[in-house]
């Protein structure tokens, strides 16, 4: 009958976990010197393992509970100081990254890496550039910025690329989409919050960005422009 293969499958998982062993975190049967070591191992492996950055909540799971994280870090930070790679904090949590002193060496060796930062064209970085600095944005609001429209398509390989994702509607007509940021972005471009961003005033007088404003907001949404994405 249907009902008999419950208990049963509620019985293996609850086997599986049985099976799986204790993870020790305290360590208090090791010297002072050596629990610390392995807290930094721990600390490290996990870090090196994840294809996301790894908050603090996430490494506490595997160090005893009056470790200091952030010692651990300082330790690590200090350890990997001759190696071609480092511990770099990014969106709210820690990540190995290869230093930039061997990024031509990386380029020439054409092997493929775990860079999480997507092949961009031009037109595509300048828009997130521009979302990244005014999220959240409108699609419509996005056009009125660079002076012609900007494509569903182009925030849809925003989005595809995991650099954007929906922010509240407008109060606006219509009420469209906005758009913001994810940590997927703070992450692929090395930056720990969205204040690390370069000062748009710099930008600015660089070209390299600009905005069409009017007493220093974004002129009033075109309705034509602002359907539902």
């Known amino acids: 009958m249907a009902g008999t293969s419950r208990p049963k499958s509620r019985r293996k998982m609850r086997s599986s976990e049985e099976d799986e062993p204790l993870l020790d975190r305290e360590l208090g049967d090791l010297p002072a010197d050596l629990r610390w070591r392995e807290w930094m191992m721990r600390v490290e492996a996990v870090i090196f393992a994840s294809a996301e950055p790894v908050s603090r909540e996430v490494l506490a799971r595997v160090v005893g509970k009056d470790c200091s994280i952030d010692l651990l870090i300082d330790d690590l930070h ?4 001759s190696r071609p790679y480092e511990l770099v904090s990014v969106a709210g949590g820690w990540q190995h990254r290869s230093r930039s002193a061997y990024a031509v060496a990386i380029r020439a060796s054409c092997a493929p890496t775990r860079s999480a930062t997507a092949m961009l064209s031009e037109h595509e970085s300048m828009v997130l550039m521009a979302i990244a600095y005014f999220q959240p944005v409108t699609r419509s609001e996005l056009s009125k910025i660079f002076g012609k429209e900007v494509s569903r398509d182009t925030i849809s390989a925003l989005r ?9 509607r407008s109060p606006t007509p219509g009420a469209p989409y906005t758009y913001v940021t994810t940590k997927h972005f703070l992450s692929a471009f090395g930056l720990e919050t969205l204040r690390d961003l370069p000062d748009m005033e710099a930008l600015e007088d660089a070209g390299l960005l600009s905005r069409r404003v009017e007493d220093g907001s974004v002129a009033d949404s075109d309705p034509e422009l602002d359907g539902i994405d």
């Open 78 to 81: 200090e350890e990997l100081r």
């Open 160 to 168: 595809g690329a995991g650099f954007l994702s929906s922010g509240p």
